[in-house]
């Protein structure tokens, strides 16, 4: 709790008022953040904030009052101090003003109010479109105009350690619970007008540091819009409940200067597609700025390496074109390096449902353990986790050989002990 | 003095407080044991009938036994001007809330008319969604959505069997109306010969109602899946219908009583509460006639 | 009214007597309690439902509680951890507040209005009944395969669609509870209406009877559209309508609409009868008549018409055209004014009064004080844009705990202490009373001020876990959490004592407290099995100077 002592301490030295300002000299965004709302890095925000902080003196001065006359007479009113109740229970005169005065209060809050939330509304004119889909439980991030859509989930760190009895101490994990594999990029100083929707239920989508919060509802688009000013990484989560793994939704979205957007975007582009083996570290740029895939970079030495090697969040990275990566076709795996790649695969992407422990979870979730799909033909598996069935999403954005892996993986694990293994040519040919 | 008015229920000065009684608690059990079987049978955890079987039959025994214990205690004259006075303004905030039951589904149906297909089909502020997500889908009236869910249908004119259906409801209302200016003037033979007739004219309705929803099923592909059209013509006709059936059940009960000598001319709210009740199930069906069928 | 007074002890002094052989008497063991139409028994009854409600919803809260203390998952599934937010809003609200409420109202409504019962007794037993049925059958979904409900309290779909056996089984219990209500209000409504003694006029009666009119009224309206919407629920999941299907043109956001029609409605139900408690127990204490007594009841018919249009302040993220999303800040922003006149008359109450703090005092001044403080964070969340940060964070958890716990459920508490001695015919312990008041606010303040800054700091609400930087404030609010159920202890042992174990202990007069008016205190204490068979007659003045 030493971050609250000092704060405490903070508190009892500056004020409250003071405090609130302390971390003008650093950016006020989300992560410093410790008991107020962040200014932001967007006009809105700073506005948004200043409505909240004039809202709050309001309450405080209407408090100090209010409470004001209230202790003094608790305190002068008690018997003791005054045995003689007086009589009057009447006056209308005051009984307007204090109908009256509220009144004019609460329109001098309204005024400009209104006046930010017709700003927040006007999404005309934006620079470009980001279409953005919340699933059961990631968002997915179409560039509109530019053929550029990808996942983000969870980060892997953060999901081994937010696991029930994982052992890991989570504040070991850097930005844990906060951080995501494929960040969203923007350009700074451009009005970036985001559409959004879901897939299965109703998701929110919700950065502090931009002030925008929408819902997003399946079936219906909804709009928002923002114009960052300062470059930098900004957090953020899902804000409606959408199931089990609601609290593990993060959104991270990074503003870039217009020219390593561009390059960003170019990257993203073609990188997939061209040079799919030969860096993977480089097709999620954004990544670069993490610590966690430093390792991915210097691991990636040889194509069979970076393919087993290749963290499942860039599996989900690379699925844009959905061309099968040669890489992997060219690389033919053993059945044990399959379930390895398979139980990470399996824990980026199915985990979720089915459970770490393939039970499932009763009675969405079917459990994997003894399931008759599973014991059953390979090819009739392989074409489940391709097409989805019912509640269950498809899978076609994955690689090919990520899905032959998971599907032996799960033909192999959990007290399964079918023997087979898939490959990736057989993906390929059942899509 | 009061004490001595304590043993005598009869004494207008009292109000009538029932003495304790199961009912109530058996009700609740029967309700209970009906929704739990049903609960079971939704979720495919078939329970078997009896527990639905039992818990109905022992419903309808208790509403039964417990209506026919307020008509005796009316009977026999426990209830003074005070208690029929409670019984009014029951039943007026019990129609009520049924009103505001039912403005629920009008809601939806005007939220989605006025609001959720519009907005599908790009109008208002919600270009986009219709441009995304659901291009080519038309506003139009009745729609089953931008899916096509349930397949395509037809709807039903409302200048047919529904207009029919109009009438009688229409008519039944005058000739509940008869029937009580005839209790009230002590013609008991008129009143219960009014009352068959209403009776009649519920069932009738029933009976084309029924009708039309086999035709809707059978040959116009209009089922509860039509998407949002048939969602809500058969809950807001479907609910309609079951109060135009508990309507007509408690119609037959009280002509049940009138023909037992039950009711005064100048005191009879078990058949005012009944008629209300049905004036109500009336201008509800005027409410659909005009909003489902017509528009 | 003197006269009155004496007369009513002497028709007591003969039901008393006659009690055994008295055909309208209790029955003896569990038979009464569940034959009985008795108001005062079914009050009782009514208490005792919802004091083990707010036992299961608060060790529900302490589960939360306890995942919440570090971030990391240490006890609990997500999925369990959403069952427990769902069970513990819906059985807090549905199981304690409401049925507190109604309790209250059964044992009080009569007695301040002078008749012998409920208009509609066996109707009355009916609706009690109901409730342990119901919450049977919603917490039994716990132990089937796939668990209780889990897509939260305000049921959204698509989310709540994916349920399981808990689905339809919560469905019915809604119904259910709706059955409960709507019987229960009707009752009250009429009772109210038909049955004042002579001489009550409306403008006479306390405040207690006028905010419960009011809330019987919200009652009558609004849980017939619950009822309808969690109806067209069952109809998309099991019957394939398109009620809450794009696809089919339905939109996920109607059942949102339909639903804060109900719910925000809800929430006043919640306080108006808890500001009628307050309306009576502050100028008891400070010995002095209520101030604008005509304005607090224009306050509370306002408070109720303009909940009626400000319900999509829930919805402010949803989407709703600028329009709608203006009026609807402005309406709820309008909320502001009745209830701060109710505030500044209860200032102007205890101004200049003759004020000594005995524990429902504390609690009601402990109401005063903190329900304001949830008003003001109601105000902030009111102002849209601003609301685009808070909403979904656990600055609304905040907000809806303070006007809640400290709120309803303080006002609750400070009835009990303020008429138990009515009820059972002794004084509870004034020491333990206010070691109970004081211990509460403090952890109250513990567990749920913290929460206003981790939400501003941007933590979102119904997660298990949560990023690092908001560890402090959570252990804060967990502590404050344990701190306040272990509390409530105290207030278990005092009243358990007046209710069971009463030998030993000082009786309580008639009047019990020195200032309090009104038709009850004219009455025995412990006030007699049947009262007001014959209604007293109320004089010219107000009922409430006496
Ligand atoms: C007893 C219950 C109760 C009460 C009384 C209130 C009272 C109010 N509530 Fe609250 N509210 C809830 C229970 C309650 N609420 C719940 C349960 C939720 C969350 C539901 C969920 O999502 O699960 C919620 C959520 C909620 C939201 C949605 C937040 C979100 O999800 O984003 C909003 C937004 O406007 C809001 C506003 C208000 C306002 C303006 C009042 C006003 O009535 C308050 C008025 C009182 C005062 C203002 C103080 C006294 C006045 C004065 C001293 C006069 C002078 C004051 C001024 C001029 C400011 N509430
Ligand atoms: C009346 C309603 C009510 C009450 C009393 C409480 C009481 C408490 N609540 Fe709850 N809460 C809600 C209504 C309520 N809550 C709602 C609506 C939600 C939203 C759910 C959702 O998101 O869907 C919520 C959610 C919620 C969350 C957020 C979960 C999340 O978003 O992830 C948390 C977390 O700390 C919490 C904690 C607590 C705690 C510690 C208490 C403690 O105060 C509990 C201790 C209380 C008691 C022990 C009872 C004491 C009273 C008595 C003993 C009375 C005695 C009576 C008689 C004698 C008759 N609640
Ligand atoms: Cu997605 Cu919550
Ligand atoms: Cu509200």
Redesign the interface.
């Known amino acids: ?1 030493s ?2 002592i000092r ?1 405490l301490r903070g508190l009892a030295l500056t004020g409250l008022a003071g405090s609130f300002a302390a971390h003008a000299a650093t950016p006020d965004t ?2 410093n ?6 200014k932001g890095v967007t006009d809105i925000s700073h ?2 904030f200043n ?2 902080m004039a ?2 003196w309001v ?1 405080v001065a ?2 100090v009052v ?2 004001g ?2 202790f003094y ?2 305190f002068a ?3 003791s101090k ?10 209308t005169t ?2 307007i003003i ?2 009256i005065v ?2 004019l209060i ?1 329109i001098g ?2 005024v400009p ?2 006046g ?3 700003k ?2 006007d999404t005309r004119n934006a620079d470009m479109t980001v ?1 953005i889909t919340g699933y059961q439980w990631k968002w997915q991030y179409e560039y509109v105009g530019e053929n550029v859509s990808f996942f983000s989930t969870l980060d892997e760190k953060s999901n081994e ?6 052992g ?4 070991t994990v850097p ?4 951080n995501v594999d494929n960040y969203l990029v923007v350009p700074v100083g451009k009005k970036v007008r985001f ?1 959004l ?1 879901a897939n ?3 998701h ?1 989508w ?1 950065v ?1 540091d931009l ?5 997003a ?7 928002m819009w923002t114009k960052i000013n300062e470059p930098g990484v900004y957090r ?13 939704m993060p959104i991270v979205i990074e503003a870039k200067s217009e020219t390593d957007y561009a390059a960003w975007l170019a990257a993203k582009k073609g990188g997939d597609a061209a040079a799919p083996a030969a860096e993977p570290a480089a097709a999620p740029t954004p990544a670069a700025a993490l610590p966690a895939k430093l390792e991915v970079a210097a691991a990636a030495t040889t194509a069979t390496d970076a393919v087993v090697d290749a963290k499942p969040v860039q599996l989900a990275a690379a699925d844009t074109a959905a061309a099968p990566a040669p890489a992997a076709a060219a690389a033919p795996a053993t059945k044990e390096e399959l379930i390895a790649r398979g139980e990470k695969v399996y824990k980026v992407n199915c985990m979720a449902c089915h459970q770490a422990t393939g039970a499932g ?4 979730f079917p459990s994997l353990i003894g399931s008759a799909v599973v014991a059953g033909p390979i090819d009739a598996q392989i074409k489940q986790v391709l097409n989805g069935k019912n ?1 269950m999403p498809p899978f076609a954005r994955l690689k090919d050989a990520d899905i032959a892996a998971v599907v032996t993986y799960t033909r192999n694990s959990f007290g399964n002990k079918v023997g087979d293994a898939a490959s990736a040519e057989q993906v390929a040919k059942l899509r | 003095m009061a004490t001595h008015a304590a043993e005598s229920h009869s004494d207008n000065r009292r109000y009538f407080v029932p003495d304790p009684s199961v009912w109530p608690f058996l009700l609740t059990i029967a309700l209970g044991t009906i929704l739990y079987s049903v609960s079971m049978y939704l979720e495919e955890r078939h329970p078997g009938p009896i527990p639905f079987v039992i818990g109905g039959a022992l419903f309808f025994y208790i509403v039964f036994t417990w209506f026919r214990g307020v008509a005796l205690e009316s009977e026999s004259g426990k209830y003074s001007a005070q208690v029929d006075r409670t019984y009014r303004m029951g039943m007026s905030w019990f129609i009520f809330s049924e009103v505001m039951f039912f403005g629920a589904f009008f809601g939806a149906l005007y939220y989605a008319r006025e609001l959720s297909v519009p907005w599908l089909s790009g109008e208002g502020s919600r270009v986009l969604t219709n441009e995304f997500l659901w291009p080519a889908f038309e506003n139009v009236w009745p729609t089953n959505g931008p899916a096509g869910i349930g397949g395509e249908f037809k709807t039903i004119s409302p200048w047919h069997l529904p207009l029919i259906n109009t009438l009688l409801l229409l008519t039944s209302s005058i000739t509940i109306t008869f029937a009580h200016h005839a209790l009230k003037e002590g013609h008991r033979l008129a009143t219960i010969l009014w009352m068959w007739a209403t009776i009649a004219l519920g069932c009738v309705f029933l009976y084309f109602q029924v009708t039309e929803y086999i035709e809707a099923y059978h040959e116009l592909n209009l089922t509860l899946g039509s998407g949002i059209y048939g969602s809500t013509f058969f809950m807001l006709t479907g609910f309609h219908g079951m109060h135009v059936t508990l309507g007509t059940i408690m119609m037959i009960a009280v002509t049940g009583r009138l023909m037992s000598g039950h009711f005064k001319p100048d005191s009879h709210f078990g058949f005012e509460g009944v008629a209300w009740y049905w004036h109500f199930v009336d201008v509800v069906w005027l409410g659909l006639f005009i909003f489902v069928y017509i528009l | 009214m003197a006269n009155t007074h004496s007369h009513h002890d002497h028709s007591h002094g003969h039901d008393h007597a006659h009690d055994h052989d008295h055909h309208h008497g209790p029955d003896k063991g569990v038979m009464r309690w569940i034959k009985t139409t008795n108001h005062k028994d079914l009050g009782t009854l009514y208490l005792w439902f919802s004091f083990i409600m707010f036992f299961i919803g608060g060790v529900m809260s302490l589960i939360i509680r306890a995942e919440l203390f570090q971030p990391g998952l240490q006890f609990i599934d997500p999925e369990f951890y959403n069952q427990m937010i769902t069970l513990h809003a819906l059985v807090m609200i549905f199981g304690g507040v409401m049925p507190a409420f109604v309790g209250l109202a059964n044992w009080m409504v009569p007695m301040m209005i002078g008749c012998s019962d409920l208009a509609l007794p066996r109707v009355n037993n009916w609706g009690f009944w109901i409730l342990p049925f119901a919450f049977t059958m919603l917490l039994s979904s716990l132990f089937l395969p796939g668990g209780g409900p889990a897509g939260g309290w305000t049921l959204y779909p698509p989310l709540v669609l994916q349920g399981g056996a808990s689905f339809p089984l919560t469905i019915f219990a809604i119904h259910m509870l709706g059955i409960s209500s709507i019987t229960g209000a009707i009752n009250i409504v009429v009772t109210i209406m038909n049955m004042r003694a002579p001489g009550m006029t409306l403008l006479k009666m306390p405040l207690f009877v006028w905010t419960w009119l009011i809330t019987a009224y919200l009652l009558i309206a609004v849980m017939p559209v619950l009822a309808g919407a969690v109806t067209m629920l069952l109809t998309d999941k099991y019957f394939g309508t398109s009620f809450f299907n794009a696809a089919g043109g339905g939109d996920p956001v109607m059942f949102e609409h339909i639903f804060w029609f109900f719910g925000h409605p809800e929430v006043y139900i919640m306080i108006l009868p808890a500001f009628g408690i307050v309306s009576t127990i502050i100028p008891t204490f400070a010995r002095k008549q209520l101030f604008g007594y005509d304005s607090m009841v224009y306050a509370v018919a306002s408070i109720a018409f303009l909940s009626f249009i400000v319900w999509a302040h829930h919805m402010f993220t949803v989407g709703i055209p600028l329009a709608g999303e203006l009026f609807f800040m402005f309406s709820t922003m309008l909320i502001a004014v009745p209830t701060g006149v109710k505030v500044f008359n209860w200032l102007a109450t205890m101004w200049r009064g003759s004020m000594t703090f005995e524990t429902p005092m504390l609690f009601a001044i402990g109401f005063v004080f903190l329900f304001t403080i949830g008003g003001f964070s109601g105000i902030m969340l009111a102002l849209a844009p601003v609301d685009f940060q808070y909403h979904n964070s656990y600055f609304v958890v905040a907000h809806f705990h303070y006007v809640l716990v400290p709120g309803a459920i303080f006002s609750i508490i400070g009835a009990i202490y303020y008429w138990i001695p009515k009820w059972t015919g002794v004084m509870y312990s004034e020491t333990l009373g206010k070691w109970h008041f004081w211990l509460s606010a403090i952890f109250i303040n513990i567990t749920f001020f913290p929460q206003h800054f981790v939400g501003l700091a941007g933590m979102p609400r119904r997660i298990p876990d949560y990023a690092v930087q908001f560890t402090d404030f959570n252990e804060l609010s967990t502590i404050g959490a344990f701190g306040y159920f272990v509390v409530q202890f105290i207030m278990i042992y005092n009243f358990l004592r007046c209710a069971l174990f009463r030998k030993g202990m000082e009786p309580a007069t008639g009047q019990v407290w020195e200032g309090a008016k009104g038709l009850e205190w004219t009455v025995a204490s412990p006030a007699p099995y049947h009262t007001f068979e014959d209604p007293p007659h109320v004089g010219d003045e107000p009922a409430a100077t006496h």
């Open positions: 709790m971050n609250l704060g989300v992560e953040a410790y008991w107020n709302l962040p506005e948004v409505l909240h809202a709050f309450c209407i408090a209010v409470f006359v209230m007479s608790v009113h008690r018997r005054n045995p003689v109740p007086a009589t009057f229970h009447h006056s005051v009984e204090w109908t509220p009144f609460l809050l309204a109010a209104a930010t939330l017709i927040q509304y279409k350690a937010r696991q029930l009895g994982s890991i101490d989570p504040k930005n844990y619970l906060r559409l929707t299965d239920v109703i929110g919700w502090p002030a925008i919060k929408k819902d509802i399946p079936g219906f688009i909804n709009e953020g989560g899902c804000t409606v409940l959408c199931g089990r793994d609601h609290g593990f979870l009763a009675p969405t509640a």
